[in-house]
T-cell receptor
Framework: KQEVTQIPAALSVPEGENLVLNCSFTDSAIYNLQWFRQDPGKGLTSLLLIQSSQREQTSGRLNASLDKSSGRSTLYIAASQPGDSATYLC?????????????FGRGTQLTVWP | ETGVTQSPTHLIKTRGQQVTLRCSSQSGHNTVSWYQQALGQGPQFIFQYYREEENGRGNFPPRFSGLQFPNYSSELNVNALELDDSALYLC????????????FGPGTRLTVL
């Protein structure tokens, strides 16, 4: 069974810092890995999707890397802003399971203060 | 904007009651998955429907059931509600042949008293 772990569980930083959020997964047979953002009480916003054949994806100040063999992904946020405050979820889509089924971590709750 | 809508936004029920949650997807999205997200947890897979048939289920009891309709809408039904069913319920849809890319709705917040 796929287990997804996210570290740290919570992070509080001043504006302007560069951040690293970590995600690890136990089964490396994945189709892809996705990072989501979730604002309090809201649904999920997809940030970056990395296919299993890729090593990284970038969107603006966000960069996500994937090391499938070691079961790790990192989300890097450059020059953090108060508007980045949210919970960040990592999810993997696993081969051999119901196609499209996502296994989520518990998230990293990020607070960026001015 | 994902094009996936859910109703209602919030719902309060009492223990033992039944509830129906609804999801409307974009045209052509014939796969829909439902997730339960308890407070402070990541979403957990309930089940998936493909072309109106259940196509996989997570570790949820039979009192969680679903329906998918030809117009790309779907329902999640929960019978005999328990306090632990209080959660945010998310639906996610995807296109034929692209099930590894899912579009999430905003969720329904269910509170069971």
């Amino acid at each position: 069974k796929q287990e997804v772990t996210q570290i740290p569980a919570a992070l509080s930083v001043p504006e302007g810092e560069n951040l690293v959020l970590n995600c690890s997964f136990t089964d490396s047979a994945i189709y892809n890995l996705q990072w989501f953002r979730q604002d309090p009480g809201k649904g999920l916003t997809s940030l970056l999707l990395i296919q299993s054949s890729q090593r990284e994806q970038t969107s603006g100040r966000l960069n996500a890397s994937l090391d499938k063999s070691s079961g790790r992904s990192t989300l890097y946020i450059a020059a953090s802003q108060p508007g980045d405050s949210a919970t960040y979820l990592c999810a993997v889509c696993v081969r051999g399971s119901t196609l499209g089924r996502l296994y989520f971590g518990r998230g990293t709750q990020l607070t960026v203060w001015p | 904007e994902t094009g996936v809508t859910q109703s209602p936004t919030h719902l309060i029920k009492t223990r033992g009651q039944q509830v129906t949650l609804r999801c409307s997807s974009q045209s052509g999205h014939n796969t829909v998955s439902w997730y339960q997200q308890a407070l402070g947890q990541g979403p957990q897979f309930i089940f998936q429907y493909y072309r109106e048939e259940e196509n996989g289920r997570g570790n949820f009891p039979p009192r969680f059931s679903g329906l998918q309709f030809p117009n790309y809408s779907s329902e999640l039904n929960v019978n005999a509600l328990e306090l632990d069913d209080s959660a945010l319920y998310l639906c996610a849809s995807s296109l034929e042949g692209a099930q590894d890319t899912q579009y999430f709705g905003p969720g329904t917040r269910l509170t069971v008293l």
